[in-house]
Nanobody
Framework: QVQLVESGGGLVQSGGSLRLSCAAS?????????MRWYRQAPGKGRELVAS????????NYADSVKGRFTIFSDNAKNTVSLQMNSLKPEDTAVYYC?????????WGQGTQVTVSS
């Protein structure tokens, strides 16, 4: 059974940092997946923040987080993390981990990130 469990969210002041982690059980990182972090702020739609491929490690970022966020994976531990620096109040959202390939689409339950001004 596949399970994605996010951790690392919390309350931080503007300009601070947080590292989110997604532990993926039942997902084999030696197979091709695109691992994504999405976020959803109150009253807004879900937004793609960053992605990384389990094969090749290709990354992509939303313009709003480029230069501030870094996505990386540890294939040996089946985890994907999101290092978030220089956080802004507009980064406040629930952050979700997603694992997708042509056959599968898995989601975690989300972790809350709140950035105070």
């Amino acid at each position: 059974q596949v399970q994605l469990v996010e951790s690392g969210g919390g309350l931080v002041q503007s300009g601070g940092s947080l590292r989110l982690s997604c532990a993926a059980s039942g997902v084999t990182f030696s197979r091709y997946y695109v691992m994504r972090w999405y976020r959803q702020a109150p009253g807004k739609g879900r937004e793609l923040v960053a992605s990384i491929t389990t094969i090749g490690g290709m990354t992509n970022y939303a313009d709003s987080v480029k230069g501030r966020f870094t996505i990386f994976s540890d294939n040996a531990k089946n985890t994907v993390s999101l290092q978030m620096n220089s956080l802004k109040p507009e980064d406040t959202a629930v952050y979700y981990c997603n694992a997708m390939n042509p056959l599968y689409d898995y989601w975690g339950q989300g972790t809350q990130v709140t950035v105070s001004s």
